[in-house]
């Protein structure tokens, strides 16, 4: 290109302004700090260990990419025909009724743990009762189909099963303990002054709220599934592309013996201390699937890790922030109550039946 045609290009303030924003959101994501963190420590502490775990990283994501894909897909379609609309309306009625399809329906639903909270205020508000809402909160951020894809593939289509079942159970035992608290005329009210919004919105501004299996025939929804498409596809991919990457150090320098001690199956106290150290180090439902593949391998047994991983579920600090901002604070302990005690009833169940369905 000569001098002239050079100068004739023109690059627009609002391009040079999408650019630089983009860098900023690359920056200020935690996904990538973090991951920049533990490259620069391996570089101080054992630089030979980097290639490795970038390789073993590799060829774990190829080895995921099908289901990776398949699960974007279901999310985008849920997202685009706007299947959503129909779980609000299910959760009328007998409250019993409501309860038992609020357990279902949310470990079912394509919602992550504060991504549910917009929903969760709409019913709240609209007059649907506290139990059912609390039943599919709790199982939601447990078991979705795009979360039971990826599980199946990365730890066992056993294990995907009897956390969904798990996700239903801890939804039934909040949901029906509600009901018993609101017969002696507590939990009046349960929603704060002001609610705020979820974690995650989308650019679609339709106000057309109809289910439409078929989003294709309609622009703006096939525009929102492109852009939700994308959307779940950095979240997810970044997501697991630190979990393997972590996977893999783990793997590396965690003794397996260690493992073994404190949540093997010597340890009568494995399943209670799975779960309480899940809530506060879980960040990722995503990312906890590699980590419990990896300690599974080492010696964790089978309740110790679906003690993890329902517990965090529930009540890591993302999610526990999404709910506290939303709810009085007599709910939100019932919610972290409810989230622990029912992870560790289901984990000791499932280790009894020897880690099978």
């Not at 339709?206 to 096939?222: G, I, K, M, S, Y």
């Not at 498409?229 to 990457?245: D, R």
């Not at 526990?320 to 972290?336: E, G, N, T």
Request: proline share 6%.
């Amino acid at each position: 290109m000569d001098k002239q045609s050079f100068s004739q290009v023109k690059i627009s303030p609002w391009q040079i302004g999408g650019a630089t924003s983009g860098l900023v959101s690359i920056l200020k994501d935690p996904v990538f700090k973090i991951s920049l963190l533990i490259i620069a420590i391996l570089v101080i502490l054992d630089i030979h260990q980097i290639i490795p775990s970038l390789l073993s990283t590799l060829e774990s994501l190829w080895e995921m990419l099908p289901f990776f894909m398949l699960a974007i897909a279901f999310a985008a379609y849920a997202t685009a025909t706007n299947a959503s609309t129909l779980i609000a309306r299910a959760f009328t009625g007998s409250p019993v009724r409501a309860t038992l399809l609020a357990a279902l329906v949310g470990a079912l639903s394509p919602f992550c743990s504060c991504g549910v909270i917009p929903l969760i205020a709409a019913m709240l508000g609209a007059g649907v009762p506290l139990a059912p809402v609390m039943a599919f909160w709790i199982a939601s951020p447990i078991m979705d189909p795009e979360m039971f894809i990826l599980t199946a593939a990365g730890i066992g289509i056993n294990f995907a099963i009897a956390k969904t079942l798990a996700a239903v159970t801890m939804g039934l035992i909040a949901g029906f303990a509600v009901l018993l608290v609101q017969r002696f005329g507590f939990l009046d009210k349960p929603l704060q002054p002001q609610i705020g919004k979820g974690c995650a919105s989308t650019p679609d501004s339709r106000t057309d709220e109809t289910v439409r299996w078929r989003f294709w025939q309609d622009p703006a929804r096939t525009q929102a599934f492109i852009h939700e498409s994308y959307s779940i596809g950095i979240f997810l991919g970044k997501w697991l592309t630190l979990a393997f990457f972590l996977e893999s150090l783990m793997l590396a320098y965690v003794s397996s013996d260690w493992i073994v001690d404190y949540v093997g199956a010597d340890n009568i106290f494995a399943i209670p201390l799975a779960a309480i150290v899940g809530a506060p180090s879980y960040l990722n439902g995503y990312a906890a699937i590699p980590l419990i593949s990896g300690l599974l391998e080492m010696g964790m047994t089978p309740g110790a890790a679906m003690a993890f991983i329902t517990a965090g579920a529930v009540s890591s600090i993302p999610a526990a922030i999404a709910v506290f901002a939303l709810v009085k604070k007599s709910v939100f302990a019932l919610y972290l109550s409810f989230g622990l005690i029912g992870s560790i009833l289901t984990a000791w169940v499932y280790q009894v039946s020897g880690g099978l369905i």
